[in-house]
């Protein structure tokens, strides 16, 4: 690898180019595949090889198994300095076991059931700002419609909500691929958010024990009673995956997409003229700005991936963003088109860890997303209030001011 290669590769990783990422990734999947930290990081981002990567079953997703996390053990770190293990880092036998339970709360019917539920709070985010003549899309949307609705999957009480905020957005640094070689400082934020929300969770699965309701966590607390040999630690951590995961995401993909639609107001004024556009509006929005940019996994025995050899125990970082935009997939990749067939994207990722929260997912944007193009009345981007999250990996903005004429009942 270059010099230049170098360089390109680093400006990816500065939180600078967040709001204009998508030349690097374009111009790092043309040079690839190459390696990086001495030969123990490959790096992809061509669509064939991504794909093929994440459906190979010898890729392990648990991190500790690299070398990497391991010399870091070896140089003195603490064990749990990283985030607690759940069922997203975890291989077979576990992450099947694990999955088959959760899955269960995340069936075609039981998603579709939730429309209604999610059109309502959507209704009633927009009745909070109607008068206001403007809309900071992330705080007053994106955010607050995925965390109601996984909190209220998970049975949290409603007061307990706001306290989420901080603890999730300090955990989802943890979802970076390189979380694990970060400052001692933000490793230990991460570390004390895991330990406060993990606490409170213990505590709402004492008292889910007591008394059992209908949702997600008296599911999974049912299934451990039954004896199907889920662990408090192993619930504790999939709900902590759920949260964080299951609204930090969507909550990108929201604000992603409204920006997506604003840009290219042709596009949101088709949507506008036919509202069957929005399953492929959603589609389209993860494939051209997908709020996870990228994913890695363990190689468990060596693997020669192009010019590049990766020993066992080294890592594969995929592109996704950058696969995303590959033109021998997807034509004249850098436009923006709701009506093309983007369904190959792999923002979902691909094989036994695709993600299990992707129809929920997409419904929460469909529904948001029609209702911003149904309701808002001529919107129009502040474009000096527009400031990106500094997140390398789950990208979104973090401030969007739209202003707009009024909002339609």
């Not at 990816?12 to 990734?25: E, G, H, K, V």
């Not at 949260?243 to 995401?249: M, P, R, S």
């Not at 691909?350 to 997409?362: D, E, K, N, S, V």
Request: hydrophobic share 45%; charged share 25%; glycine share 6%.
């Amino acid at each position: 690898m270059t010099a230049t290669h170098q360089d390109e590769f680093e400006a990816l990783f500065d939180p600078a180019n967040r709001a204009q990422p998508y030349q690097l990734f374009a111009t790092l999947r043309e040079r690839g595949p190459f390696t990086r930290l001495e030969g123990l990081l490959g790096v992809i981002g061509d669509h064939e090889t991504c794909s093929r990567v994440l459906r190979d079953p010898a890729m392990s997703s648990d991190r500790a198994k690299s070398l990497m996390a391991r010399t870091s053990l070896a140089r003195g770190a603490e064990p749990g300095s990283v985030p607690a293990v759940s069922f997203l880092s975890m291989d077979p036998p576990d992450h099947t076991r694990l999955r088959r339970l959760v899955s269960k709360a995340f069936t075609a019917k039981v998603i579709a059931e939730l429309r209604p539920t999610i059109q309502g709070v959507v209704d009633e985010l927009f009745t909070a700002f109607a008068t206001d003549g403007q809309l900071d899309v992330v705080p007053r949307l994106a955010y607050p419609l995925p965390v109601r609705i996984i909190t209220d999957l998970l049975g949290v009480p409603i007061a307990d909500h706001d306290r989420f905020e901080d603890w999730s957005r300090r955990l989802v640094r943890g979802l970076d691929p390189m979380a694990s070689l970060g400052s001692a400082e933000e490793l230990a934020s991460i570390e004390s958010a895991r330990e406060d929300l993990s606490a409170y969770f213990v505590d709402l699965i004492a008292r889910r024990r007591a008394d059992l309701g209908e949702d997600l966590l008296s599911k999974l607390v049912l299934a451990e009673e039954q004896g199907d040999a889920l662990t408090e630690q192993e619930l504790v951590a999939t709900c902590i995956l759920l949260l964080v995961a299951g609204h930090e995401t969507t909550a990108n993909l929201i604000a992603n997409g409204v920006l997506a639609l604003l840009r290219n107001p042709e596009q949101l004024a088709a949507l506008r003229a036919d509202p069957s556009l929005i399953n492929g509006t959603v589609e389209e929005i993860l494939r051209y700005d997908p709020p996870v940019q990228l994913t890695t996994r363990v190689v468990t025995r060596e693997m020669t991936i192009g010019p590049v050899t990766i020993p066992e125990g080294g890592i594969v970082m995929m592109m996704l963003a950058a696969a995303n935009r590959d033109p021998s997939v997807f034509a004249d990749p850098d436009r923006f088109d709701i009506t093309r067939d983007a369904r190959k994207h792999l923002s979902f990722a691909a094989g036994a860890h695709f993600c299990l929260g992707a129809p929920l997912a997409r419904l929460e944007a469909s529904v948001a997303l029609s209702t911003f193009a149904r309701r808002i009345v001529n919107p129009v981007l502040d474009t000096e209030s527009l400031h990106y999250r500094q997140h390398i990996n789950l990208r979104g903005p973090d401030r969007m001011i739209v202003g707009f004429d009024r909002v339609l009942d």
